[in-house]
């Protein structure tokens, strides 16, 4: 038993192939293994996140905290050292690349937002002599801007602009520190930006305010070079009744309505993606065809209840179509898999949260190797291209180039008598198909 004991005497979790039994063994995630050429950490680039792993106390809307911590005895500096040194420890024991969190997770909130700000900083220097010994990065940091009380009517899109200034010196704060921490990325996930109401709500000001918040941040990554990607996450409701960063095409028009397509990228979450009514695959392809697409929030929805409720991945076949996007459009860049889960409030065991990562990364690691086979083979690739064939040669491509107007096309069509013939679009032979993979 080393450093706080909270794990008892566990040691890092290896890899043990398909056939192991140990609970807390690596059965399908191998980090050294390359996968089409590239070791599959660094394909997956997956990270624990603080607050679900560190913060969240299994309280529901029915009933308080369940999980007991340490670290929960008091709201102070003292206890936030001891949360981070636990967190280190689960990094050393399951040994993935990267960690994310939002500045309230890692240090309490002060008397005044200097006081805040000043906590998260000295927290980060923590983290910064951790990370002096370990490999483990941060993959990005972000700024709470929605569970404080003041925040109840938005942040960058308060009716008070007193909130949005508010709101970006907490930022500013947070963009500083994960600079600092060499942070791949900076988040900004809109919780309450949005409305519950549009009897008391002016939207169009709201959205303009929203703009110029992110260009702030845009403008403010440039003065400091931080060399990060800034991400916005989609997510359609919850907490507020409708939020502005919808889903990845409303966000691609937020971002070309201000002019920031080429400065931002998205953050997808599986579980955001299904309370918009979208397949997962569908918010990655659309992110990837609009050049936007930036990293993920691991993670899957209850299908039933419909609530957000944040559990670990372990749908291989859902997560193995997304993969397969990804490698196809080159797979995140900067991004990676963050886990945006957290144990359910009957999972009272330490244990609990290794065995949460473990299938997380075994999951992770089955989807991805699906993926791999899909583009190995190359049969719906093919499938595909041969689909749009026509668009690459002759007329389909003259008409992309514009060379073509209408009355040309009337003119073409009634010559020739034109009469298009359908062809199958093959989607039980494709389903098939992809079954052979997984
Ligand atoms: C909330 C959510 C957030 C963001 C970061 O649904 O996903 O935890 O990932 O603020
Ligand atoms: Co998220």
């Known amino acids: 038993m080393s450093g706080t004991g909270f794990f008892g005497d566990t040691a890092p979790i290896r890899y043990e192939g398909p056939q192991s039994a140990n609970p807390l063994a690596y059965r399908h995630y191998d980090r050294d293994k390359l996968v089409l050429g590239k070791r599959m950490e660094d394909h997956l680039r997956a990270a624990v996140c603080y607050w679900h792993s560190f913060v969240a106390s299994g309280l529901d809307m029915f009933g308080g905290a369940t999980l007991a911590r340490p670290w929960f005895a008091a709201d102070d500096m003292a206890h936030a050292r001891l949360k981070a040194d636990v967190a280190f420890e689960m990094f050393d024991i399951l040994g993935l690349p990267f ?65 949005f200034a508010y709101a970006a010196a907490q930022v500013k704060n947070a963009i500083d520190v994960t600079h600092r921490l060499g942070g791949a990325n900076y988040v900004l996930w809109g919780g309450r930006e949005g409305y519950e109401t549009l009897l008391n709500t002016d939207l169009k000001r709201e959205l303009a305010q929203l703009g110029r918040f992110l260009e ?9 070079g931080f060399k990060g990607v800034i991400l916005i996450e989609p997510k359609p ?6 939020q502005y960063d919808f889903d990845v095409g409303n966000v691609y028009g937020f971002l070309a309505a201000n002019g920031l397509a080429n400065e931002v990228k998205v953050n997808i979450e599986v579980g955001h993606a299904v309370l918009a009514h979208h397949a997962f695959e569908h918010e990655v392809s659309l992110a990837a ?13 209850d299908y039933q209840s419909g609530w957000d409720t944040d559990q670990f991945p372990n749908n291989a076949p859902e997560l193995a179509l997304a993969l397969h996007a990804i490698l196809k459009f080159g797979g995140l860049g900067a991004g990676g898999f963050n886990f945006d889960a957290k144990i359910r409030r009957q999972s009272l065991e330490p244990a609990d949260l290794l065995y949460g990562h473990i299938g997380g990364m075994d999951t992770l690691a089955r989807a991805l190797t699906a993926a791999a086979a899909m583009i190995e083979d190359g049969a719906l690739d093919r499938f595909v291209a041969e689909r749009y064939a026509g668009w690459d040669r002759g007329e389909g491509a003259e008409l992309l180039a514009g060379r073509r107007g209408l009355a040309d096309l009337a003119a073409r069509v009634e010559r020739d008598n034109l009469d298009p013939q359908p062809r199958s679009g093959r989607q039980e032979y494709l389903e098939n198909l992809v079954n052979r993979y997984l």
């Open 99 to 163: 960690f994310t969190f939002h500045d309230r997770d890692i240090a309490p909130e002060g008397a005044s937002l200097a006081e805040s700000n000043r906590n998260v900083r000295e927290i980060a220097d923590v983290f910064a002599r951790k990370m002096e010994t370990r490999k483990v990065r941060l993959l990005w940091g972000t700024a709470n801007l929605f569970s404080a009380r003041r925040y109840m009517a938005g942040a960058a899109t308060n009716p008070d602009p007193d909130v």
């Open 216 to 224: 702030m941040v845009v403008e403010y990554k440039h003065k400091i």
């Open 237 to 242: 409701q919850e907490p507020t009744k409708h």
């Open 289 to 301: 065809a609009l050049g936007i697409l930036g990293s993920v929030d691991a993670n899957r929805n």
